[in-house]
């Protein structure tokens, strides 16, 4: 019997609630197809990006060899590949610039337009060259766009309502970023607390069977291990608690500085009257100038923070190359980012907590010897408290880092620490990273434009 059928032979309200399970089994259905498709694309984008990075890992020690002629080979091909992916950007997917988590926002409010066919093409190749070029990037923001590409792809084949089409665009976004960190949980937490910000039950089997299906995906291709493959590290003891609230303290005035920096680079860059391609020129020339001689500074920067989660540079001897790091990234986040390029945030300042936390913590064992834990431990912890700090969302932070290290032991430490680099962030008045960003691109001219055009086609 099909479900019509079953329906017409049920009472009416019966018939109501049968219907309506019936519906969401539906939805459900189309969540996994987004979740499948989301998994797809971010994987493809992943295998691409790493490729990039290990021919550019390969080949810049060969070009030490020829120091006289090599150190203009990096800045060359940061200026060449940053001006192509400004130029595709500005040209035929404006929307694909940043890292696209204020535009999914946005799309999910009503109060921007999601073009997927173009956008999901000039964000794949836009964010390879951006980050195949050394800017200092994040792949996750794109992969958050991307997936939402995958949700509005779905809704619009199926002619779906606004409403599904919102909440299949949601699932799959967090679909993406689950898959780029290897996160199914994250992925899952982070709609409902950054993006659809909805409690039900539609919204949230949605949103676990697109993550959990494209994480499924992404392991399928590449591996099942977690993001950062370390040891395990012991339990911190209860003496070492208040250090750890001491690192939410100085994680959370680090992210308003870090928050407050990248508005101002925004902003400044622009109210430039140059062309993004000809500002990504000349930011990659200073990023490639930069990694001839930092190269750990480029790009995602995940193996150096792999090796600093692994301890090997948890010695005295090199804390000072951490200290220079720390200052590198920072600088070529921030104007990398500040041109408009397709790229995240997400990857690169989990690096400067990874940093400012293994910093912490020898300076935490020198000061009170026998009293803390591993120096490691708090580079973990490090990268929680700087999310949850930036972007306001301490569960996804908390869940993230988890799943990233597969260290279980330093759970309550992570919840301590990201409180309170939470509570120092709100109690400096500073808003939440997307917030921001998501208010500064609505009050741009084109955007503007846009929103004229949306309501004319509604009226």
Sequence with gaps: MTDASEAHALSPSEEGNYLLGVSRRVHFTRAAVVGLLAGGIVTAFTVSYQLMDRIRGNVLPLLHEYPWWGWLVLPAVGAGLGALSGFLTTRYSPEAGGGGVSHIRAVLQKK?????????????????LAL???????????????????????????????????????????????????APLAGFIFVIEELQREISSLTLVSALIASVLSVAVSRFFTNQLPSFQITDYPLPPLTALPLFALMGVV???AGVVYNRTLMWGVRTSRKLKYPLWQKAAAVGAFTGLIGWWLPDALGDGHPIAETILRGDLSSANFMGFLFLLLLGK???????YSTGLPGGLFAPLLVLGAIIGQLFGHLSSVL??????????YAVVGMAAMFTSIVRAPLTGIVLILEMTGNQEQLFALILTCLV?????????????????????????AVKKEQREMNLEEA
């Excluded at 920072?330 to 990398?336: C, E, P």
């Design 330 to 336: 920072f600088v070529l986040t921030m104007v990398g």
């Design 132 to 182: 195949g070029g050394g800017f200092s990037l994040g792949p996750e923001g794109p992969a958050v766009q991307m997936g939402g590409c995958a949700g509005a792809a779905v809704s619009d084949t199926l002619k779906l309502s606004s409403h599904s089409r919102r909440n299949l665009i949601a699932s799959a976004a967090g679909a993406g970023l689950g898959a780029a960190f290897n």
């Design 251 to 253: 994680a959370g005035y």
């Design 112 to 128: 921007r337009t999601l073009h997927w066919q173009r956008l999901l093409a000039v964000k794949f190749v836009g964010s390879l």
């Design 368 to 377: 009170f010897p026998g009293v803390g834990t591993t120096s490691a431990a």
């Design 421 to 445: 680099a939470y509570l120092v962030a709100e109690h400096t008045g500073t808003e939440p990273i997307y917030d921001d960003l998501l208010e500064l691109d609505l009050k741009s001219e």
